[in-house]
Nanobody, 125 residues
Framework: HVQLVESGGGSVQAGGSLRLACEGSGVGDSSYVCMAWFRQAPGENREGVASIRGDMTFYAEAVKGRFTISRDSAKKSLYLRMNSLQPEDTAVYYC????????????????????WGQGTQVTVS
């Protein structure tokens, strides 16, 4: 059974930075082929923020140049470095992974991932 646990959220002022981490357990290496960060703001749908698929990375237009996704396969961890944070980045951030080892759909499709963390709150004021 795959378990993903996010950490690193918090409250920062506009222009600040945060680094989110997602620690995985109970999975083999295949689960880390296709991973992503999503976020959901109050009253909004969940949206893809960034993804790693194999050796490729993908970003939402709103975060390009500000956020960096990375992975430590040995530690089965996923990270999201967020710089120049803005109030519109305020949301609950979720880590997602596909345990089959097959990357389905598009990186921003939430159905492409069958394992999700509980989320971590990021608030920018």
């Amino acid at each position: 059974h795959v378990q993903l646990v996010e950490s690193g959220g918090g409250s920062v002022q506009a222009g600040g930075s945060l680094r989110l981490a997602c620690e995985g357990s109970g999975v083999g290496d295949s689960s880390y082929v296709c991973m992503a960060w999503f976020r959901q703001a109050p009253g909004e749908n969940r949206e893809g923020v960034a993804s790693i698929r194999g050796d490729m990375t993908f970003y939402a237009e709103a975060v390009k140049g500000r956020f960096t996704i990375s992975r430590d396969s040995a530690k089965k961890s996923l990270y999201l470095r967020m710089n120049s944070l803005q109030p519109e980045d305020t949301a609950v951030y979720y880590c997602a992974a596909e345990s089959s080892g097959i990357c389905r759909g598009s990186w921003y499709d939430d159905y492409a991932y069958n394992n999700w963390g509980q989320g971590t709150q990021v608030t920018v004021s």
